[in-house]
Nanobody, 117 residues
Framework: QVQLVESGGGLVQAGGSLRLSCAAS????????MGWFRQAPGKEREFVAI????????YYADSMKGRFTISRNNAKNTVYLQMNSLKPEDTAVYYC??????????WGKGTLVTVSS
C-alpha cells in the first residue's frame, strides 16, 4: 500500500510560481512512475506531467510545457512539481499519483492552487 500526501498549494498572483511536493510512503517508491494531475472546478481531471521510474524521463501536457517541471528525489520518497508563469486557468486541485504497473493505482487527496488575475 502506498500513501501520497501533497503540499505546497496556495494563492498566487498570475505570473507567479509555486512548488508542489508529494511525499510517498512505502519502500518501492523508486520503482513507480509518478504523475501530477489536476481538476479545475466543473471540469474533468486532466493529466499534467509524469516522471518515469526507469530513467526519470518526463512528459508534459502541451499547455504546461515550458512552464512546469516535474522532478523526483527517490532518497526522500518525494516528487515535485515546479510551476512557473502561472495563469488563472491553472487554478485547480492538483493531485499526485503513483503507477506501479499499468494503471494509476494510488492517489493523494490533492492540494488547491488558486491563481488570481
Amino acid at each position: 500500500q502506498v500513501q501520497l500526501v501533497e503540499s505546497g498549494g496556495g494563492l498566487v498572483q498570475a505570473g507567479g510560481s509555486l512548488r508542489l511536493s508529494c511525499a510517498a510512503s512505502g519502500r518501492s517508491f523508486s520503482r513507480y512512475d509518478m504523475g501530477w494531475f489536476r481538476q479545475a472546478p466543473g471540469k474533468e481531471r486532466e493529466f499534467v506531467a509524469i516522471i518515469t521510474w526507469t530513467d526519470s524521463n518526463t512528459y508534459y501536457a502541451d499547455s504546461m510545457k515550458g512552464r512546469f517541471t516535474i522532478s523526483r528525489n527517490n532518497a526522500k520518497n518525494t516528487v515535485y512539481l515546479q510551476m512557473n508563469s502561472l495563469k488563472p486557468e491553472d487554478t485547480a486541485v492538483y493531485y499526485c499519483a503513483a503507477r506501479p504497473a499499468g494503471s494509476w493505482d494510488y492517489w493523494g487527496k490533492g492540494t488547491l492552487v488558486t491563481v488570481s488575475s
